[in-house]
């Protein structure tokens, strides 16, 4: 390290131009807070990030529904990797380190967030399973690419979203949403809405029908409605879900409506009454969601985010996981809360040495 690097004090434009000159020479791993030419307008970072929302909109957040056995959906939101790598392109006077470490069946990815403004170094690390066999005839090595590079977008976007402040995120997500509201409104007056079913069916195979049912949508559709519709195609395109999840939920709503129908040719006063309905009668589909709304809720307690789980198991998200799956995380929660606690724990430790 350049023993001769100087410490700007503020005293004179010479001193300030001597220290500039020399600032840039780092080599060790962690430092101090540094003085910046430029530094952070938190203010008009955040104006500015919530005027690219507001263009961007559907591209910075995402909307899952989750319901639960009586129809009830909540819709569960949260910023993408396009939201987290604009914050790093706006945010100034930051560095991102980066290392991918070959474990053989894994990878061990690892991010660190370098603030010079600050003196902050945040780390991330995360290992994930390497994928099996590629889907239909694509390469191997391909396909191992196309998965790394999934779960290190979600490693990154996870790093960014641990260091900047919640209510800054919600603030640009919700610029996000009431641009695509408006949009979406706009389009229901136009009689333009129906234009997006049929852009999905035509990519994707899925009907209105099941778009409906997936998002428990009835009747005519409205501007929150459009706005759902609008997201889920947004996640069909990044890969985030699959078109089998979305007709796997209507076929199960029709086969719940065919067990409770009554039986045909019986006088009206004798029809047969629906048989009790257990939890498979539901379908499938809300005992997964049932599943899914219980990890949310565990996760929620010890303050981590919904995607640390995704990268342990692997997939882009919850729903991708099998019934089974989803019910052994629950019943081994102690022991992956406690994994979680002190990956957290070690990682601080290592950024205080």
Not at 44 to 69: C, M, Q, T
Not at 228 to 250: H, P, S, W
Not at 313 to 339: C, F, H, P, R
Request: proline share 4%; with cysteine.
């Amino acid at each position: 390290m350049d023993n001769n690097i100087k410490v700007y004090t503020g005293e004179t434009s010479l001193e300030r131009k001597d220290f500039r000159e020399n600032m840039m020479q780092i080599k060790t791993q962690y430092q101090a807070a540094m003085i910046v030419q430029i530094p952070r307008d938190e203010e008009k970072i955040l104006a500015k990030l919530e005027s690219v929302a507001r263009y961007v909109g559907h591209n910075f957040f995402y909307l899952w529904p989750i319901a639960d056995k009586r129809g009830n959906v909540t819709m569960i939101s949260g910023g993408t990797i396009d939201l987290a790598e604009t914050i790093i392109y706006y945010w100034l006077n930051i560095a991102i380190e980066h290392d991918i470490e070959d474990l053989g069946n894994k990878w061990k990815i690892k991010h660190v967030f370098i603030d010079f403004e600050r003196g902050l170094q945040q780390p991330r690390t995360t290992i994930v399973a390497k994928p099996g066999n590629p889907p239909g005839g694509w390469d191997k090595d391909r396909w191992e690419r196309m998965c790394l590079n999934k779960a290190n977008s979600f490693n990154l976007r996870d790093l960014v979203f641990t260091v900047i402040p919640r209510w800054m995120r919600d603030k640009i997500i919700d610029a996000a949403k009431e641009s695509e509201m408006k949009k979406a409104s706009n389009e229901i007056k136009a009689g333009s809405a129906d234009n997006f079913f049929i852009q999905i069916h035509s990519e994707y195979g899925i009907s209105k029908a099941n778009l409906m049912a997936f998002l428990n949508l009835t009747g005519k559709i409205d501007a929150m409605g459009l706005f759902e519709v609008k997201n889920i195609y947004m996640q069909l395109k990044r890969g985030a879900i699959k078109a089998e999840q979305i007709i796997t939920a209507q076929k199960d709503e029709i086969k719940h409506k065919q067990k409770t129908k009554p039986t045909l040719g019986l006088p009206p006063d004798k029809k047969s009454e629906p048989a009790p309905t257990t939890n498979n009668d539901h379908g499938a589909m809300d005992l997964r969601n049932e599943l899914i709304k219980k990890i949310y809720s565990l996760v929620k307690d010890i303050n981590i985010p919904i995607e640390a789980v995704e990268e342990m198991y692997g997939v882009s998200s919850l729903q991708n996981l099998k019934i089974g799956e989803l019910d052994g995380i629950i019943i081994n929660w102690d022991k992956i809360k406690k994994q979680f606690i002190s990956d957290a724990e070690s990682e601080t430790k290592n950024n205080l040495l």
